[in-house]
């Protein structure tokens, strides 16, 4: 959530821009009010004289505001910025609302199903779609500093690894257990917390494909789920102990 006063900004700068005709105080602490602000009429006012201080914006005689083009570029980035906020809010909701065993039950899923995957893309996989692997993995190697770390190419490459596995019923099943979106930034999250770098256990799964190696391929894939059992472990155990 955006702190209270840019909030209330964001609101008048939205009901302004919204608005056909320009905008005063009264209409503005009645637009507010239904949106869960109550605010009296003079409150609006000054925020509008804020507004008009910034430069964001501009008085239409004695009809009320209408925005201007720094008002729309600021509005613009509140709304960003709200997004992202509301976005980070969610996401910290559903971490909180996992637990422990129901996260290790999904990976214990995994593991059973993405060991066959694996060994059934180290007989199967073209050099295409080994080479798409690797370029995943690069991706995933450099963004993996970033705030959101590299979510999406964790599930790029597990894709990758089910398709080329050639068996529909196991690749369906897979995305089955990983269908909850939400649950692949929490593991995400949960790895960067701990200080583990999954682009390396990736990278030791390629490598057996690539040498169509199915035992290793297959042992590469459970330490790497494994691995992430133990992350969630670690997670737990040190959340319990702040």
């Not at 509008?48 to 570029?73: C, I, P």
């Not at 690894?161 to 692949?184: F, H, K, Y």
Request: hydrophobic share 40%; proline share 2%; net charge negative.
């Amino acid at each position: 959530m955006l702190p209270e006063r840019e909030y209330q900004e964001y609101l008048a700068l939205r009901i302004i821009a919204q608005s056909v005709s320009p905008v005063g105080s009264g209409y503005l602490s009645r637009e507010m009010k239904k949106m869960g602000q109550m605010i009296s009429e003079a409150t609006a006012g000054r925020i509008l004289n804020r507004l008009d201080h910034g430069g964001y914006t501009m008085k239409v005689g004695f009809q009320g505001r209408t925005l201007t083009d720094a008002g729309s570029a600021y509005f613009k980035d509140l709304e960003v910025r709200k997004t992202r906020s509301d976005q980070g809010e969610e996401f910290f909701s559903v971490l909180h609302n996992q637990t422990k065993e129901r996260l290790i039950d999904i990976l214990v899923a995994r593991k059973a199903i993405e060991r066959e995957l694996a060994r059934l893309a180290a007989e199967h996989a073209t050099p295409d779609e080994i080479n798409e692997m690797w370029a995943i993995q690069r991706a995933q190697y450099e963004m993996a500093s970033r705030p959101d770390g590299a979510a999406e190419q964790d599930v790029l490459f597990h894709r990758a690894i089910a398709r080329a596995a050639r068996n529909p019923v196991l690749e369906s099943a897979i995305e089955l257990i990983r269908q909850d979106g939400q649950l692949t930034p929490v593991f995400e999250y949960i790895r960067r917390t701990v200080h583990s770098v999954v682009s390396y256990d990736h990278a030791q799964v390629i490598r057996a494909i690539e040498n169509h190696d199915s035992d290793q391929a297959e042992q590469a894939m459970v330490r790497h789920i494994e691995n992430l059992i133990s992350d969630v472990k670690k997670y737990w155990s040190k959340i319990n102990t702040v």
